[in-house]
């Protein structure tokens, strides 16, 4: 049996402003992003229903695990209520100590989850909720 690879293969998140949502993200996360190319035949203007920027959080496509990119989309908008995306950390307390700097809002520090580790929950600079997980 091969190496088991976790269900979650991409991520989005959805961001009103692109250029914040990247300074929040590359700050927090100590990471650089990257834009992402438009797919062929998917070019329209800002504004339009089907205009949409990406920016890629790096990532290695044959590794186990999820990469995922910001999403500028008019078919798609941000906010709390939605799909939780969890970054894993050495230690999620370091993460979670640069949200509100970057613009973003503590809303669970990190606190122990048993067996599984830590874990805190954030708002970024857009108002999506995502969480950070340690295992210290």
């Known amino acids: 049996m091969g190496a088991v690879r976790n269900p979650i293969g991409w991520t989005e998140i959805y961001v009103e402003d692109l250029s914040r949502a990247q300074t929040f993200y590359e700050t927090v996360l100590?990471?650089?992003?990257?834009?992402?190319?438009?797919?062929?035949?998917?070019?329209?203007?800002?504004?339009?229903?089907?205009?949409?920027?990406?920016?890629?959080?790096?990532?290695?496509m044959d590794a186990a695990g999820s990469s995922g990119a910001l999403v500028k989309s008019a078919m798609y908008k941000p906010g709390p209520g939605g799909t939780l995306n969890y970054f894993s950390c050495a230690d999620c307390a370091v993460e979670i100590g640069r949200v509100e700097a970057a613009g973003g809002k503590v809303i669970a520090p990190k606190m122990a989850i048993g067996q599984y580790g830590f874990c805190g929950i954030c708002q970024d600079s857009e108002g999506n909720q995502i969480g950070f997980h340690s295992m210290v």
């Open 30 to 60: 100590a990471v650089k992003m990257e834009a992402a190319p438009v797919p062929e035949g998917m070019e329209a203007e800002e504004g339009s229903d089907e205009y949409f920027e990406m920016v890629f959080f790096p990532g290695d």
